[in-house]
T-cell receptor, first 112, second 113 residues
Framework: AQSVTQPDIHITVSEGASLELRCNYS??????LFWYVQSPGQGLQLLLK??????LVQGIKGFEAEFKRSQSSFNLRKPSVHWSDAAEYFC??????????FGAGTRLTVKP | SAVISQKPSRDICQRGTSLTIQCQVD?????MFWYRQQPGQSLTLIAT?????????ESGFVIDKFPISRPNLTFSTLTVSNMSPEDSSIYLC??????????FGPGTRLLVL
């Protein structure tokens, strides 16, 4: 079955530490891939997206993600986390007919 | 990217009543989407709203419970009918931009007592 998996429900990192949020998908072909962030009480903001070409994509707020076809993964990374990065992060895919499917989300807590 | 607004931003309603949520976009778009985000959960697609045709509902959602209007290319409404506490959620609208990217409104936070 087609699915988007974010294995980590909650991650805690110290401010200044590096971050990696995992995302795996299960689709027949390579879908379009997205990462969104939702700060408390806010809507969803697009961080970055992948369609084709360079498998390492840069986004806003210092985030990047790498598409690995062999692993069906699209992990989000940031080299140094800031306290303002504390939020919920959603991986999403579009495979067919503009049908966007979301992972369950990963809640990021940043320790001082 | 499109600028999307939603009204109301939040509301507290009594069970058995209905609430209509408005979604306004600053540009003409073909496809608009309505999502539900239950507390602590991810987003679930309710329906796709195309101008000039009836909305297409996902499994588990029906028109009687969530009627949708799409009178033009910049506006849509979602009504949550005969509400129960289980309908307490954030309701978000979105539109598709270039390359299948979806842009989201700020959401409407609904609490049903």
């Amino acid at each position: 079955a087609q699915s988007v998996t974010q294995p980590d429900i909650h991650i805690t990192v110290s401010e200044g530490a590096s971050l990696e949020l995992r995302c795996n998908y299960s689709y027949g072909a390579t879908p379009y891939l997205f990462w969104y962030v939702q700060s408390p009480g806010q809507g969803l903001q697009l961080l970055l997206k992948y369609f084709s070409g360079d498998t390492l994509v840069q986004g806003i707020k210092g985030f990047e993600a790498e598409f690995k076809r062999s692993q069906s993964s699209f992990n989000l990374r940031k080299p140094s986390v800031h306290w303002s990065d504390a939020a919920e992060y959603f991986c999403a895919v579009v495979a067919n007919n503009n049908d966007m499917r979301f992972g369950a989300g990963t809640r990021l807590t940043v320790k001082p | 990217s499109a600028v999307i607004s939603q009204k109301p931003s939040r509301d507290i309603c009594q069970r058995g009543t209905s609430l209509t949520i408005q979604c306004q976009v600053d540009s003409q778009v073909t496809m608009m989407f309505w999502y539900r985000q239950q507390p602590g959960q991810s987003l679930t697609l309710i329906a796709t709203a195309n101008q000039g045709s009836e909305a297409t509902y996902e499994s588990g959602f029906v028109i009687d419970k969530f009627p949708i209007s799409r009178p033009n290319l910049t506006f849509s409404t979602l009504t949550v009918s005969n509400m129960s506490p289980e309908d307490s959620s954030i309701y978000l609208c979105s539109v598709t931009g270039q390359q299948e990217t979806q842009y989201f409104g700020p959401g409407t936070r609904l609490l049903v007592l």
